[in-house]
């Protein structure tokens, strides 16, 4: 065992109970147990560490300013309300092999006064590793320090709270159309990792489920007309989207078989996931020289210009295709009138037929 030796902790033991003992003269708090400034008496010491018999060295600083400054600590939450075992010095002998261990034993006293978000993550893929064995997934205090401010990440700080574990792909993130405005440019209307993926709900993002719903994800920004016109961007890309040979299966399928796995592309599958560019991005999966090779991979024996098919995001006008546009401006005047003289030829000849019969039969009654 690697504790302190028994007379240091026994000084600072009896320092402490000083301390608490003329803390209390001024406290407020009449609850039982020693009060926050008692435990920090020895947790704010910079070098207080404690040693487990594997060598791993943990060190168990509380910084008071930092904790004051959290949502916690201006609440008055004392440190015995989550640390419920602990009630003075010495405290119950740690029976844990790892920090990693108390950590997770430990972050469970977060549903006592939060119960409606701890239900919430029970179901998410975090939870579901921990309980097949993967204690590396994230826990409530991997993203909220319960001992600092700010004990929530602000939107602009979630991609660093999600990269201390998905660091490649907040690497990709970062150099995205996506990533670059929301960290180089603050700007908050492009989206974080938990405008995707949830905040306490993560699912598991390679479902046929999660695949099929995610044009709509996109349409959340893309299809507002107001957000795009800020950037210059069509906010037409849902909508041809959706109309197109590819997107018309997928939402179709979203809505009747959900689960039902399809092979047509949805928006990612041609622009990326996390390393999602701007269209005239030369590296973009889309930009012109690239759309090729972005189209053959469901379409291998895709020729040269195989990718000038595309058109799916413009609706066709004069300018920009006007082959398309005419034939179907045709079919717009030609079918309807078709139709149209077709129905009043049927109509006419049916009344005409009609008034003939009904004049022989009136003048064969009238002889
Ligand atoms: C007399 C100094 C002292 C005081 C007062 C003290 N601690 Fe500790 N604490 C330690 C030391 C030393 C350790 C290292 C492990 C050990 O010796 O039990 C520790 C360990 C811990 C740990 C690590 C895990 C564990 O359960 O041992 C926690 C959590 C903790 N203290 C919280 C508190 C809280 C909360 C208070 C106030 C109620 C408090 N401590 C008061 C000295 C102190
Ligand atoms: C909101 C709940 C909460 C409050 C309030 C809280 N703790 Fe903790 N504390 C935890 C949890 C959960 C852990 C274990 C997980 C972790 O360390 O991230 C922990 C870990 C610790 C540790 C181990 C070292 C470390 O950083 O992991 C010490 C020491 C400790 N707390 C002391 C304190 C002291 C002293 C206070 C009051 C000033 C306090 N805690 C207030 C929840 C809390
Ligand atoms: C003893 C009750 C208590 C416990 C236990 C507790 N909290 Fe809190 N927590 C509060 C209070 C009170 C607030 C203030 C906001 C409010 O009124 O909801 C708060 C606020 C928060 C916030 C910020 C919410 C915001 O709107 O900024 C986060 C994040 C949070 N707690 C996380 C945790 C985590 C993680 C744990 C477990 C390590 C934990 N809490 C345990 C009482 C508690
Ligand atoms: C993977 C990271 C992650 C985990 C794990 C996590 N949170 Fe959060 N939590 C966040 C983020 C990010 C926000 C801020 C959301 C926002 O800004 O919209 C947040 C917000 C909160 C809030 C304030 C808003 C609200 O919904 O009430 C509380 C309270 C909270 N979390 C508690 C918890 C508790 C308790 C746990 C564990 C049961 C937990 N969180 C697990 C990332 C996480
Ligand atoms: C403490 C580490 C940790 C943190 C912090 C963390 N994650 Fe995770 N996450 C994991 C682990 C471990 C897995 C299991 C799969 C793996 O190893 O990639 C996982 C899985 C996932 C998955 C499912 C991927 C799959 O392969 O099934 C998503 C989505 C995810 N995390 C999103 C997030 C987001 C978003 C954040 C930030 C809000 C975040 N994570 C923060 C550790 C973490
Ligand atoms: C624009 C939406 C979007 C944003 C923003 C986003 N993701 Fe994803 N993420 C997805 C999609 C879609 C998938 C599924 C891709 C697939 O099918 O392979 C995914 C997959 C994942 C996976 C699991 C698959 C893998 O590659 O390991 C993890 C983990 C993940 N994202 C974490 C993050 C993190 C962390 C961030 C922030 C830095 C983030 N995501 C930002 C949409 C997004
Ligand atoms: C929270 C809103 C939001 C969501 C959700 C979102 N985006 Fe974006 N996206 C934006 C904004 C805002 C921009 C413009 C950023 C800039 O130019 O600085 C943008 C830019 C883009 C661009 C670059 C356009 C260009 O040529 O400049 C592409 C491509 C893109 N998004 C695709 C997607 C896809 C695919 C999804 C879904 C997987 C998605 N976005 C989800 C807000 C969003
Ligand atoms: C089959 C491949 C493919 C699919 C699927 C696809 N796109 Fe595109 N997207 C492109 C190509 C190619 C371009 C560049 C030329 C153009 O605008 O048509 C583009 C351009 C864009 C632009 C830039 C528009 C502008 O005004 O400059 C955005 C934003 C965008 N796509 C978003 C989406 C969204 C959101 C979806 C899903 C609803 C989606 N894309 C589906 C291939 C695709
Ligand atoms: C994720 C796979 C995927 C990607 C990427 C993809 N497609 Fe397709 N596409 C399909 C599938 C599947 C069909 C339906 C084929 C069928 O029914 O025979 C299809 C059908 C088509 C059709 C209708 C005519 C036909 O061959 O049946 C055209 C045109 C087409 N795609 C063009 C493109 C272009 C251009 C690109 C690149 C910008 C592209 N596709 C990218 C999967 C994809």
Known sequence: MERCPPWISALIGSLALLLALSESATAQQPEAG?????????H?????????????????????????????????????????????????????????????EHYKSCERCHPQVYRETLDSVHARQIAAGNWAAAICTDCHDPHR?????????????????????YNEYRESVHGKALIEADNLDVPTCTDCHGVHTQEDPRTTRFRLNSPKLCATCHADPDKMAQYGLSADVFDTYVADFHGTTVVLFERQSPDL????????????????????????QVYRDNLLKTCQRCHPDASANFSSSWLSHYRPDARRFPLVFFVDLFYKIFIPAVIGFMGLYVVLDFSGRVTRRWRRRSSEEAE
């Open 149 to 169: 401010a700010p004990t929530q990440p602000p939107r602009l700080e979630i991609p660093v709270t999600c990269s201390k574990c998905h660091a490649a792909i």
């Open 34 to 42: 020693m009060d926050n400034a008692a435990c920090l008496a020895c």
């Open 261 to 284: 796995p399809t092979n047509k592309p949805v928006c990612y599958d041609c622009h990326g996931v996390h390393n999602m560019k701007s269209a005239k991005d030369p590296d973009s």
């Open 44 to 104: 704010s010491n910079p070098s207080i560490t404690y040693q487990f018999p594997s060598g791993e060295v943990w060190p168990l600083t509380i910084d008071p300013a930092s904790f004051d400054a959290s949502v916690h600590g201006q609440k008055g939450v004392r440190c015995t309300a989550c640390h419920t075992d602990i009630t003075g010095y010495p405290h119950p002998p740690l029976t844990v092999a790892s920090r990693r261990y108390y950590e997770l």
